[in-house]
């Protein structure tokens, strides 16, 4: 019933709607219009009441509710039930504990993690209400030697969410996002399946959308950053989240239904930090400096190592770093 009367105020935003209105359509009395207005108000949602005239949405709160985020969306499936929580320890935790028992593009996402998780085991700040935290359950019947190139298209759908927000990122292959020369966004996929069969894939996206440098460690502040920081103002989670999930979709169902990442290697390309740089490729005990050349069309990252040699590398394998930073 809350979810009624939120969608009726939201049909009516700026102008008042009455209680009896609201009672009569929803079969329900005034005062369990009143008290359903009174939790919401709780929830964070401003509400305007007057005698006579009943009531006005005047703003809704910065969470990320499906009842916030969808009027963003224009996808099928991805994004389209979402379990939002106000903390979790992890929301890759969380979405493997329900990941069997949900359809496929379900997002778990909260307002913060308080043991988030990035590559090879690092810890990922995840303040409150200040970042994107969230994590995509997918189900695709590909092998999973596949799953690797799930990664690139979290990395290129990111990063053309960031550009419909007129901001431009790059992609540190395979999962890393980065804006003037620091890190705002990492992506974590983890695997469940037997032999041949996937059972599920979730996709971690971690964003620093809202975070000021007064939140990273002396550690972090100079090599990770925020959209706020960078534009000097707050960005709309809700939108940013929309674009996001939609140009994942975009993405996501070609490589689904006939395995092509075309599109994304396109982008990872034009987005790429690291062609023509380079780098450091560390591999266990191993570390070699090579040059990186190219994105091949499996979305290996293509390298000549000091001696001359040329090799492909899979996204899963190894750490990549930069030698003189990123510009």
Not at 17 to 31: D, H, Q, V
Not at 276 to 305: C, F, H, N, P, S
Request: hydrophobic share 35%; glycine share 8%.
């Amino acid at each position: 019933m809350r979810e009624k009367i939120l969608s009726m105020l939201k049909e009516h935003k700026d102008e008042f709607i009455s209680g009896e209105m609201i009672s009569n359509k929803l079969g329900i009395s005034r005062t369990a219009v009143w008290k359903h207005i009174n939790n919401l108000r709780e929830e964070g949602y401003e509400i305007e009441s007057m005698p006579k005239n009943g009531y006005k949405l005047l703003n809704c709160p910065d969470v990320l509710t499906l009842e916030e985020v969808e009027e963003y969306l224009n996808t099928e499936f991805i994004g389209r039930n979402i379990y939002y929580f106000d903390t979790v320890d992890s929301t890759n935790i969380k979405a493997k504990e329900l990941a069997m028992e949900v359809e496929e593009g379900t997002v778990v996402i909260a307002e913060e993690q308080t043991k988030g998780k990035g590559r090879l085991g690092r810890d990922w700040l995840s303040p409150k209400g200040k970042g994107i935290w969230m994590s995509i359950v997918l189900k695709p019947q590909l092998p999973p030697s596949e799953v690797a190139k799930l990664t690139l298209i979290g990395a290129a759908a990111v990063s053309k969410a960031l550009e419909e927000i007129g901001i431009e990122s790059y992609i540190k292959w395979p999962n890393d996002i980065i804006v003037q020369g620091k890190k705002i966004c990492g992506i974590l996929t983890e695997m469940s399946c037997e032999l041949n069969m996937i059972n599920y894939v979730i996709m971690g996206i971690g964003i620093n959308v809202n975070l000021e440098n007064k939140d990273f460690s002396k550690e972090l502040v100079d090599k990770a950053t925020s959209l706020k920081e960078i534009i000097g103002h707050s960005v709309d989670r809700k939108k940013l989240l929309g674009a996001i999930l939609n140009h994942f979709e975009d993405l996501y169902i070609p490589f689904k239904n006939a395995g092509d990442i075309s599109k994304v290697i396109n982008i990872s390309k034009e987005k790429s930090i690291l062609i023509g740089k380079k780098i450091r490729i560390i591999q266990g005990e191993t570390e070699r400096t090579g040059k990186a050349l190219d994105i091949d069309e499996e979305g290996r990252l293509i390298v000549e190592y000091e001696d001359g040699t040329v090799d492909s590398i899979f996204s899963g394998e190894v750490s990549i770093r930069g030698l003189k930073g990123y510009k």
